[in-house]
Nanobody, 115 residues
Framework: QVQLVESGGGLVQPGGSLRLSCAAS????????MGWYRQAPGKERELVAT???????NYAGSVKGRFTISRDNAKNTVYLQMNSLKPEDTAVYYC?????????WGQGTQVTVSS
């Protein structure tokens, strides 16, 4: 089994910043892609950003230039630095970790952008 522990969500004003973290533990033999998805109320879950084990990144167009994804392979941890946050970034953010070919999801962390 793989456990994912997310942290870093919260309430922030428009234009502010937050940093999300997700640490993977358990039966980890080969972590491939790690990433973040989000789901706003009444909407489907959508891609935010992913990063491969080799460091290749992919971003949704709506966050490109504002968010930065990174990972520490030694710590099996993925990060999401979110800058210039907008109210439309409000959502539950979910960590994704692909071990072998199997995806694992975190429990989600709430990010609220409001004045």
């Amino acid at each position: 089994q793989v456990q994912l522990v997310e942290s870093g969500g919260g309430l922030v004003q428009p234009g502010g910043s937050l940093r999300l973290s997700c640490a993977a533990s358990g039966s980890i033999f080969s972590i491939n892609t790690m990433g973040w998805y989000r789901q706003a109320p009444g909407k489907e879950r959508e891609l935010v950003a992913t990063i491969t084990s080799g460091g290749v990144t992919n971003y949704a167009g709506s966050v490109k230039g504002r968010f930065t994804i990174s990972r520490d392979n030694a710590k099996n941890t993925v990060y999401l630095q979110m800058n210039s946050l907008k109210p439309e970034d409000t959502a539950v953010y979910y960590c994704l970790t692909v071990v072998g070919a199997r995806p694992y999801w975190g429990q989600g962390t709430q990010v609220t952008v409001s004045s």
